[in-house]
């Protein structure tokens, strides 16, 4: 009788045991589950002041104000376009991880930080008149500035130094060439988050309508333009600051270009935030 007794408690323990080993596992592979199909998910999106991150997977990630029918907006292609047209988009490689990059005082040099010097003044991946890509540096990287063209490098250092902005391309303008076509003037910037878009949209178009008041009668302008930015898996707005002409002269747009660009520099540098 005892001895019955004492296999039914040695099969109950077995039996609680098994139990509670199956109960074990299923909690450990619930918990692998979790890591393996939870966590990347999460992980492609980052949380700004518990607003979405520019880098969820939104296009655009957030509400882009549209300009008024006496702004100017223009694309990468140096045509003027409509409220109804959709810009062309720049591709930038990385960018969430350059944006992170921008304020670190300690970003090293890599063996991919290469870029070179055309005959005309082109900054690019190989230094010709005809290529269109470029790496671009964070604003403490040792060949930041000298990976900026000569005649866009004064504005986009003090815009950057003035106003706490991330510029992302620019270009001094280029004659055209038997392999590449005429450029424009341009800097361009990326906003960090929704309310940065919206100052430096509202900023910049202040800034243009107070040079072109001050320059009237000069035939190049300053115009506010739309740059979609596309990198891995992610589209953000960046705001342009072209200098463009309505007439297609392109010595006389070098002429004026200059004469545009030296009064908005002097506005930016002179004048509080407008």
Known sequence: MIQDTAEMVTQAEIIFLTNLLLFVIVYLLLIICYLLFELPTTGNREEVR??????????????????????????????PTTNNQQPTM???SGVKEFIQSWDDCFVEVTETDVFAI???GNINSEGTSACYDSVIFPKYHRYFKKSLEAGIRELAIALIRKYNCIT???CQGHRTTNDAVMRPRYVAILPRTPQEYERFFNLFHRLAKLTNQQIADNSVKVAIGDDPVESEAVVMPGITL???ADHQ???LYFHDVEIAYQKLLEIVLSHPEV
Do not use: K, R
Not at 52 to 76: D, E, G, H, Y
């Open 50 to 79: 518990g607003e979405s991150s520019l880098f969820s997977l939104l296009s655009p990630p957030f509400p882009v104000p549209q300009p008024t029918n006496n702004q100017q907006t223009i694309t990468n292609d140096q045509q």
């Open 249 to 251: 002269d392109e010595a």
């Open 242 to 244: 072209f200098f463009v």
């Open 118 to 120: 055309s005959p005309q």
């Open 168 to 170: 992302y391309s620019s």
């Open 90 to 92: 720049t591709f930038v």
